[in-house]
T-cell receptor
Framework: QKEVEQDPGPLSVPEGAIVSLNCTYS??????FMWYRQYSRKGPELLMY????GNKEDGRFTAQVDKSSKYISLFIRDSQPSDSATYLC???????????FGTGTRLQVFP | GAGVSQSPSNKVTEKGKDVELRCDPI?????LYWYRQSLGQGLEFLIY????????KSGLPSDRFSAERTGGSVSTLTIQRTQQEDSAVYLC????????????FGPGTRLTVL
């Protein structure tokens, strides 16, 4: 079993929809949780960063962490075709910078 | 440019040859990371540098892989005697300091071993 599980998709939604992306993990030592966006043939780009449990909002993006369930989510409101990309969750424990990534979910937003 | 740069962008090599991949981090970033991204596998941590030293080499898949960083800046990842299973995108990232966990990625080097 992988430390971080993520549905690869693809997830296809119409423009304007609310998108929910999720990851589950098994290592209770993880304290830092990140979401990256990766366009085709580009490097990942950090979208959201949260520490421990709770919610964080940035524009159309909301990240949620539920440590009791070992479950994290990224919500995208009013999705746009430009949001079409692969979304990777990543996490790390407190005493290391080593990030453990999910395999990524491919999102397509159609006009 | 102000971002992380990597060269070459693409590399095709024959099985058994050695390859060197280069990473130029963002100026002033002291921490540097190498990852490998294979199809359907997500990003796999290889090694990270704090300054010129590598406290964590645990992700290097075999002794054919090595990396160095000089002057606290440029890093090279070397793969000796390449194998077909080494084919992947090799990504470099840098961050301002160890512990910030805000890594900025380069565009990657796509390695194909024939």
């Amino acid at each position: 079993q992988k430390e971080v599980e993520q549905d690869p998709g693809p997830l296809s939604v119409p423009e304007g929809a609310i998108v929910s992306l999720n990851c589950t993990y098994s290592n209770s030592a993880f304290q830092y949780f990140m979401w990256y966006r990766q366009y085709s043939r580009k490097g990942p780009e950090l979208l959201m960063y949260t520490y421990s449990s709770g919610n964080k909002e940035d524009g159309r993006f909301t990240a949620q962490v539920d440590k009791s369930s070992k479950y994290i989510s990224l919500f995208i409101r009013d999705s746009q075709p430009s949001d079409s990309a692969t979304y990777l969750c990543a996490m790390s424990a407190k005493n290391t910078d080593k990030l453990i990534f999910g395999t990524g979910t491919r999102l397509q937003v159609f006009p | 440019g102000a971002g992380v740069s990597q060269s070459p962008s693409n590399k095709v090599t024959e099985k058994g040859k050695d390859v060197e991949l280069r990473c130029d981090p963002i100026s002033g970033h002291t921490a540097l990371y190498w990852y490998r991204q294979s199809l359907g596998q997500g990003l796999e941590f290889l090694i990270y540098f704090q300054g010129n030293s590598a406290p964590d080499k645990s992700g290097l898949p075999s002794d054919r892989f090595s990396a160095e960083r000089t002057g606290g800046s440029v890093s090279t990842l070397t793969i000796q005697r390449t194998q077909q299973e080494d084919s992947a995108v090799y990504l470099c990232a840098s961050s301002l300091a160890y512990g910030t966990r805000t890594e900025f990625f380069g565009p990657g080097t796509r390695l194909t071993v024939l």
